[in-house]
Every structure is written in structure tokens, then in C-alpha cells.
């Protein structure tokens, strides 16, 4: 998330009642999950086991639990509760609607036609020569591009499933990213694709997906794939061009899958692939799987 106007350390520390360590004109850009952080991002860490991750990640503003070296050209925002102020911070800056008011500012193209039950968030912009079909729900700050076919009953941006534990019970992790559907895009029925926590949930142009799809946040999907029925896509993944995932297949979060993969129906992918063809659970190549079968087999006659 980008904040609309460039802010400093030392507002962003009044802001959350938080010890900085820096200059205190340190410029502060917006905030990000550490999947996706860039320079000028604030990035929260909370715990010991990821400080290097987050330290030496692109983020220049690291919101942490415990004052450590700072290193150079960075700066710290030192907090009891990174995961409390990182919701604070993103929530004061980009204000959660959940359809509770009517504020539309939409921006809708020629020749798109939207049926009269479709339900559409704030700051929505739908490009030319669009056909978004029955019962379908919009969310804030959704990008659509031309030439876009949403089938009925799919949701476009929801909450991120993202929670930590508390002695309670859990506490989400407010979602203040968007989705972008580029250009040629069809989305089948009864979707689920949630916006991005900080950053945006990206499908990019000329790619299909079947019913029954739920793509998680932040995930980027590229140009050319088709994602057949059943397919569950976790948060921060990086599926390549011309990808092919067939039904019921699996990915686990954070996983990237190479251009041109193709992965066979009711695969779990729970590691990175590389450009191939893969089947199982977990995945691996499916000739590995194949001659793994045969010689089996042999051995049971």
C-alpha cells in the first residue's frame, strides 16, 4: 500500500505512540507484507526467528518488537505489538469500507454491461466492451481492464487469510491491497479471488479460470494460464506465463511455478517448480511418477 502523500518517520512513530530510531525526516513511502516489500515500505516483524529476513529484505522502514542494529540507510520503528501497529498504521491511511457505506466513485467503460444485481465497492474502475454477470460482489479499489467476462456469483476481493494467534482466539490481519484483472480475463462461476493485504492480487491478461476457483492474496498470476475447476491458490504466489493447473490441484503459499508448467489434476504443489509437467502430492515430475508406477506394478505381478 502506497500511502497518498510521502510521510516521515517521526509521524508514523506519533501515530502508533512508537520509539523511532533514525533521522526523523526519514521519508516513509507506504507499507507492505514482507512478500512483496519495496524501498521506501514499512515491513512489521514480530518475532526473532525472521528479524534477519525482514532486516535485510528491500523494506527501508522495519516496524519490530525489540531494538536491534539498525542497518544502514534504514530505519526503525521500534513497537510492543508490530502486528497491532502494522494493522493501525494501514488502516488510518486507507479507510476499510466492507459496503457499509455508499461512496462509490465508479468508473465504469464503453459498451461494458454490469446486471443490475451485481454488487460493486468503492473506487472501482471497469474498462470497455465488459459482461460481468449475475449475483457477482466487487470490492474496494478493484482494477478491471477491457474485454473482462465475470461469471455470476463470483466475490473479487476479500479479506486475506491472514490471522495470528492470540490467547483469545485469533486476530486478522487487515486487508488493505486490491485486485487488478487485466485485459481478456475470464473468471468462471462462483469464484473467490481475495485483494492483497498491502499490495495487489494480480491476474494478468489473456488468463482463464474455470468455477469453483479461489486464489488467495497478493498472488500474482501470469499472462496465457488456464486454472481449471477446484483449484485452490494460496497467498504470495508466483504462477509464470502459459501455466497450466488442472482440476483440484493444490499450491501451497509462497510457491512459484516456472512458465509454461503444466501440473495434472489433484496435484498438491508444496515446493517451487521449474518449467515441466507435474503430478502427485506432492508434485514431481510426472515421468518420475509414472515409471515409479510401472516398476511397482511389475513388482506386484
Known amino acids: 500500500m502506497k500511502f497518498k502523500k510521502v510521510q516521515n518517520l517521526k509521524t508514523i512513530a506519533e501515530l502508533i505512540n512508537a520509539k523511532f530510531v533514525g533521522d526523523a525526516d526519514f521519508q516513509v513511502l507506504g507499507t507492505n507484507e514482507i512478500h512483496r516489500v519495496e524501498a521506501g515500505d514499512i515491513v512489521f516483524v514480530n518475532h526473532p526467528k525472521y528479524y534477519d529476513k525482514a532486516l535485510n529484505s528491500a523494506a527501508t522502514v522495519v516496524l519490530i518488537d525489540q531494538e536491534v542494529a539498525c542497518p544502514d540507510g534504514k530505519a526503525l520503528l521500534i513497537s510492543d505489538d508490530p502486528f497491532r501497529d502494522f494493522n493501525l498504521i494501514n488502516t488510518h491511511f486507507t479507510k476499510i469500507a466492507d459496503f ?16 443490475p444485481s451485481v454488487v460493486i465497492g468503492n473506487d472501482v474502475k471497469i474498462g470497455d466492451n465488459c459482461l460481468i454477470h449475475p449475483n457477482v460482489v466487487i470490492g474496494d479499489r478493484t482494477v478491471i481492464g ?3 467476462i465475470i461469471q455470476a456469483g463470483t466475490v473479487l476481493g476479500g479479506d486475506a487469510f491472514y490471522y495470528r494467534k492470540t490467547k483469545e482466539g485469533f486476530e486478522k490481519l487487515q ?7 487485466e485485459d481478456f ?4 462461476v462462483n469464484c473467490t479471488i481475495d485483494r492483497g493485504v498491502t499490495d495487489v492480487t494480480l491476474i494478468k491478461k489473456h488468463t482463464k479460470i474455470d468455477n469453483l476457483v479461489q486464489i488467495g492474496h497478493d498472488t500474482i498470476i501470469g ?8 483449484v485452490g491458490v494460496a497467498g504470495c504466489c508466483n504462477i509464470g506465463n502459459q501455466v497450466t493447473l488442472w482440476g483440484q490441484v493444490g499450491v501451497a503459499a ?26 502427485g502430492a506432492p508434485a514431481e515430475p510426472a515421468t518420475d511418477f509414472y515409471k515409479r508406477t510401472v516398476k511397482i506394478n511389475r513388482l506386484l505381478k
Open 100 to 115: 457499509k457505506e455508499e461512496k462509490h466513485n465508479l468508473e465504469v467503460g464503453d459498451n461494458t454491461i454490469i446486471h
Open 146 to 148: 477491457d474485454n473482462v
Open 175 to 181: 486487508s488493505v491491497g486490491h485486485i487488478v484483472l
Open 185 to 188: 480475463v475470464e473468471i468462471g
Open 223 to 230: 499472462e496465457k494460464c488456464l486454472i481449471a475447476s477446484q
Open 254 to 279: 509462497s510457491i512459484t511455478i516456472e512458465d509454461n508448467t503444466v501440473v495434472l489434476a489433484t496435484s498438491g504443489v508444496s515446493k517451487n517448480l521449474k518449467t515441466g509437467t507435474y503430478f
